[in-house]
């Protein structure tokens, strides 16, 4: 069958006829028809040969490269329960350690030992070929009302691990507003790409004030989905900020973006770490790390996610396509055939984004 | 304008022509022309004169019914914002003493002095009038997509707290299956009534296995309903219940409805209590108090909800909408006009899942 | 070697002389010589043949008691780390099934499958022996200072649980008094025997009001003790307790006991079941399941500890002794040499609170 | 009476008389008498005009110095409760802005309006002085055993605030060992000053591996306390840092003080920041930026302290000065009398951890 194969940790990406996968499916096991991929900085990352903790499965010399997902059961072994042929799913991308406690508790996100594997990134291959077989216990259905945004969903996984994260390291004082709500709170949101709009619409939905930062104007389609999620659309370089940041995203993984703005962080504020970039410097001064302390300021990394944080983001995938009708659909910029992915994995088109590989 | 009038503590309830409201609403305020109400137990309590804590505001002989309830915004004051002219509001029904903590920190759900008045219940006029004016702190925004069932998130606000204070008090352990999921666990939600299948509703989309629980077959339209939510109707009766109850929440109030179900509990299992009845009683053994112990089991009783609870309901309510097609708007079972009211609150009707008084 | 055996689920005890234990400790156990061990209702319910659950070691037909414990390190493997020769320590009971996630990750306590065993209880050999050897990891150092009473950390640990995961459960809503402390909370605690001052002690230095309550008198140990923690013994069937209850701790397993206390439940309260006994009754009538619910009422059974409750307990052990001195020790009414201790786990002494059995 | 006078925000302390307290105490107040003032910092940033935020009491042109305290009750108000003549009390220094949620629940360490004021700091008269009169909801018991160094329980409490929260916000995952305790956690404190030895007595009576860092030797009084409580010193110019940092503890505010240790934090580590100095300057690359999100790390500046965690230190005093007997009386390097206080406030005197004014 066809497939993108990678070889880390050296650069190039080919469309590859590999060997079909076997008849036999395991009792837990269930057979995966793909139909859509999702292409993230992450993928280009490796097909450039940059990011260098991807490496092929053990005993391989390449790896099927992948990892935001949607499929079709097109087969499932005698013990799988909750699933059907015919439903859709996402795949998730991490697989535990068998080791740890949070990995031997579901929760491999917080892996200890590192000796986690993830499809199509390190040690698994991935989801983008025509066929796969994966442990049901690692996909998650995908109601009908969704699935032609679901491609969305892995991404998506991350941004909730995140958000149900900030909720819980928040308790550490009153933090909702004198109505019981967060009406009173502004979100920053550093970056307009698709981990930044997600951002802006589970902050939106949970009723915050959301201000999405570029360092340019927005493009076209960028301004109607802002417009759209109530969301704010403020370009660094010439636009008033909040007077005060409750809460601040970094989406870049770039320094000089995020760090100049910590100055208007409130009492109380909380800062998440998203976005993972080479290269940038920026000079912290110890008057930062005195505001920090001054004003309780919490800032925390976040990477991966739970399959509690996907099904949580299959909900919110539902309340966006209805709250919010033609931004989801409209975030997929593009649409490319298997054989087409390669260009677009080497250089990233212009206004995109999301690209997605179709199967089907 | 006309409202719907009671004397507790004297039983009766009247369609009776009183006051209009003045013409000038504060800067804070918002006027509410009333689009619909709910009737629920509570109403039809105070209608018979049972429910012994319903007053009339101070220095008022009576009080205007209604607590569950869909408005418009009319008009509002100028310091009103995040609402508009024409935007569909509902109004939280508990308003703070003031005085404690909680109260102060917009948590008026947990009151701690008992000083609270509540809309249509105690102290203050409530929501079942032609129109009223309420301070836009407490008016929730109801989107476009959900207008139609909206009268369901007064009930639905107080099925969100007791949810959210499970996933908090769980949190004593791992809680969650191997997975990450929950789709290990069972819930029983005793009772099939509007709030047991609210209940149902919030299990099943978070990936519970539900089982509603009742001491009959199902009516029709409850059997169509708790199967396109996934979830499974037990006649108490006859139907063989799950091996082990994860959860079990008791919507009855009732104690030989649930207390005999509580040898099933599992360890680390959870119960909530919900139903408010008068009169019945079961005797309780030390055994079942040793189980209790010894199986690590917690149980709590959960009233009203905080204005987060009515947001994230609303949130529920799209979800649900659009992944269960005809399962809210199934669960409104008559709808009444206003002059219809009285004879609904003297008596439910027969096959009753909610009834609407529509005033427009 | 001397060893305190038991035959359940038959009746009796006996001293009886046992194996030796063999020369060789692999590389992380420690060979422990047994100081001291105390008695509890438990251990007398496995000598009555009255505790169903008790049960040898697999293919064994006797077990040897004791699960409340004291000893020192006589010897070591040679990977045991953070103990040395001479060092005191309290074995923990219970070991983990090795399969669900709680015991996976060190809260045996919390363990789903039931597959534990526990030390001197089911399934393992208990502690009232010359020697025994275990695994360091349950092995919790002591540190010099309470050396003298350190055979009432195992009780007290289970203490520290409950109250722990109350402190977490609590979270739910501000509970805290206006002033930040817990000054305003009163705490009734049913039972006067050593878990119901373990209890009190722990409330009494985090600040809350205590209140001791049992049917009967205090005797005067028990009079000198309750004063001395600044707490209130109250004679149920003559004073007059505290007008309102925000926390209730039943150390009695007797419904008739504490359920007719619940009317005094302040809202927002909780309530801990801790005691296990058998055959009682009491009649619960829907009123206070209603109560519970008007009220957010939450209440738990708690049963044994983590490690981690353990190492709290030593330092509540130390915080007691030089608080409230002459307390701790004179919890300790009775010291037994091995073979007077049939006597005393076949029938109670008069104004026990703690019987030890000493072995040096 | 005699006070300590200082005149921010230019410079300068000198002892001086000023008016006595008044003879009236209200209902709620307490008359005390300073037995002691610690100093710290804070004092000397005061003192050297160079503490910025520092400030008299509205309408006042100095401020009475010193915020560390312990007193003991000279005369009380007919309300006051739980207080005694003779009792020895800490007075708590912040006090809220009683409009926000947190100050209005007791919580004025997380206060979002900044319009507390803080005794001896900003806006209030502070504690160096004969007498001072304040509201017993401010004050904090000492038990008799821990009189001699509770005037540590100021600084203490803030190390405590900061202990709470952390194990709040690691909640996130599972965070402690496989044995259930915290035994294979590893701790690094920067700073050996007051604040790190007691950051470092609270990780190491939880059970943590605790290492304290200087970029010099130990000076003897320094090596003696860290052997006693079991932790270890490293010199950062020469010696070996453990192989991973499950905590990082910066109490120097010195940014290349700490930042650089960062790239040993382990997967799900934390750090606080607790430090405050002004000047430094550190560059942060995009790398580390990567690394805190691709680990799942958390950091959090912490400031002040609530009453709930004063109480909380009153019991690690109790625990620290009988576990670890000559450590907590030896941090007094120094006791001088209050006319001596101005020199050993304008520069801190050579091998100092805590200098104390005495007033008795």
Redesign the interface.
Known sequence: MKALVVYPPNKGVEVKEIDSIGQSISGEEALIKTIANGICGTDRGIVSGLLKFSRPPEGKNNLVLGHENLGQVIDKGPNVQ?LSKGDYVVSIVRRGCGKC??C?????????T?EFVEAGIRGLDGFMREFYIDNA??LVRI?N?IVDIAVLLEPLSNVVKAYN?LM??Q????W????????CRNVVVVGSGPIGLLFSLIFS???FNTFVLNKRDPFPIESEIIEKINAKFINATKDQLPNVIDMLI?TS???PAF?PLMDKL???SAVI???????????????L???????????????NA???DF?EGV?YL??W???YPNVLNKMITRVVKPEEAPEVLYAKPRGEIKTIISWV
Not at 171 to 174: A, D
Not at 273 to 286: C, D, H, Q, R, Y
Request: net charge negative; charged share 25%.
């Open positions: 909750g406690s949070n031997l508790a579901g929760r491999q996100d917080f892996c200890e590192g216990s690692y109601p009302e994260e819980l390291t308790k550490r004082m009153i909702w507003c004198k109505d019981g709500s967060y009406d939905v949970q009723g970094d993984g770039y320094p760090i409130n009492k109380n770490l998203f976005g993972t970039t080479g290269g940038e410097k920026f000079e912290v001064n110890a008057d790390i005195t505001y920090l302390v001054e004003n309780n300021v919490l800032l925390f990394g976040s990477v739970s399959k509690k099904e909900n539902t309340i396509k209805y709250r």
